[in-house]
């Protein structure tokens, strides 16, 4: 029955996606969905799998290596969406398809001299602070242009837009103002036209509040809850 559960909600979700796009006139092309498996089982990927999805998102890099590491025929393509220290880069720069937490030039450099040693081209976004929480990672709004136009110097990285967090709040009409800040956000940095740069990709919206983030011009969601059930407390 498991494995009934996951696909199912994977459809339900698919659903719901497809809903609020025609709702804001979207189209459901433009929606990545990447099912954050951080504290779940390789069994629960499998299962996802085996339902089609590819995209998959972790926050710590141990657990995404042993995951990895277990499911290394499977064509997953890995997201690493948590906080990123620089000397952990090592370890997932060889396969990581899209990293979500540069929110510094050091970061970035990191990344950008193991891309280079694997002679790749690194994508990532910019994590971007949109409410202010001390207890969250990102850059400033107000810093977020400098930090790409320094960004766009290193020839292994391919900026490719911006990820935030929405508050944490129950209602997810909270998120709304992150979310609009950080569309303004992509607006300002397209016309400022910095070359290399490509604003791609608005990474936001998790099981709570995704279909406000589509509303609001999410490209990429990342949804956990919604796909494998809540999360047992460690």
């Not at 339900?12 to 951080?38: G, T």
């Not at 409410?131 to 400033?140: D, H, L, R, S």
């Not at 016309?191 to 279909?211: C, W």
Request: hydrophobic share 40%; charged share 25%; proline share 1%.
């Amino acid at each position: 029955m498991q494995n009934i559960m996951v696909a199912e909600n994977i459809k339900i979700l698919y659903e719901r996606i497809r809903d609020v796009c025609n709702a804001c006139n979207r189209s459901f092309k433009e929606i990545n969905l990447v099912a954050v498996s951080k504290t779940f089982s390789v069994g629960k990927i499998k299962e996802a799998l085996d339902a089609g999805q590819l995209e998959f998102g972790e926050n710590y890099v141990q657990e995404m290596q042993k995951k990895r590491d277990s499911l290394i025929n499977q064509p997953i393509r890995w997201h690493f969406i948590g906080h990123l220290q620089s000397n952990k880069v090592k370890y997932i720069s060889e396969y990581v398809h899209l990293i979500h937490s540069v929110d510094s030039v050091g970061l970035g450099k990191e990344i950008n001299k193991r891309a280079e040693k694997l002679n790749r081209v690194q994508e990532i976004l910019v994590e971007v602070n949109t409410t202010n929480e001390a207890t969250k990672f990102g850059v400033t709004p107000e810093k977020t242009i400098s930090l790409i136009k320094e960004l766009s110097n290193l020839r292994n990285l391919k900026v490719l837009g911006l990820m935030t967090l929405g508050p944490f709040s129950e209602n997810q009409n909270d998120s709304r103002l992150s979310f609009r800040q950080l569309f303004e956000l992509k607006k300002n940095i397209e016309r400022e036209g910095v070359e290399t740069v490509e604003m791609k990709h608005l990474s936001m919206g998790m099981t709570h509040d995704f279909e406000i983030a589509i509303e609001e011009g999410a490209t990429i969601i990342r949804i956990g809850t919604a796909i494998f059930g809540n999360r047992s407390v460690k």
